[in-house]
Nanobody, 126 residues
Framework: QVQLVESGGGLVQPGGSLRLSCVASGFTLDYADIGWFRQAPGKEREGVSCISRRDRRTYYADSVKGRFTISRDNAKITVYLQMNSLEPEDTAVYFC???????????????????WGQGTQVTVSS
């Protein structure tokens, strides 16, 4: 049974940091690209970041480039999203997902995946 479980969300002040985790089970993480997308009320779903399985190449939306870092630890079957310099505009539910397209496409088309987690809420507010 494939599962993706996110954790690490919470309430943080502008300028603060959070690290999200996505634990994968039911498939071999080594062979999968993993992406993060976010969904905020009244806004379109946005592809945030993705990390490839082959060369661990990373991809980011322009809105988070330079502030977010995606990484993976296959031994721990976990993908991380380190989020620094958080802004109120980053407030959303964050989901990890297994894309069915190349990472570069997932950023632009963040509805192309076959499995996703339950999401974790990130709220940036003073």
């Amino acid at each position: 049974q494939v599962q993706l479980v996110e954790s690490g969300g919470g309430l943080v002040q502008p300028g603060g940091s959070l690290r999200l985790s996505c634990v994968a089970s039911g498939f071999t993480l080594d062979y999968a690209d993993i992406g993060w997308f976010r969904q905020a009320p009244g806004k379109e779903r946005e592809g945030v970041s993705c990390i490839s399985r082959r060369d661990r190449r990373t991809y980011y939306a322009d809105s988070v480039k330079g502030r977010f870092t995606i990484s993976r630890d296959n031994a721990k079957i976990t993908v991380y999203l380190q989020m620094n310099s958080l802004e109120p505009e980053d407030t959303a539910v964050y989901f990890c997902a297994r894309p069915t397209v190349d990472c570069s496409y997932f950023i632009r088309y963040p509805n192309q995946y076959d499995y996703w987690g339950q999401g974790t809420q990130v709220t940036v507010s003073s």
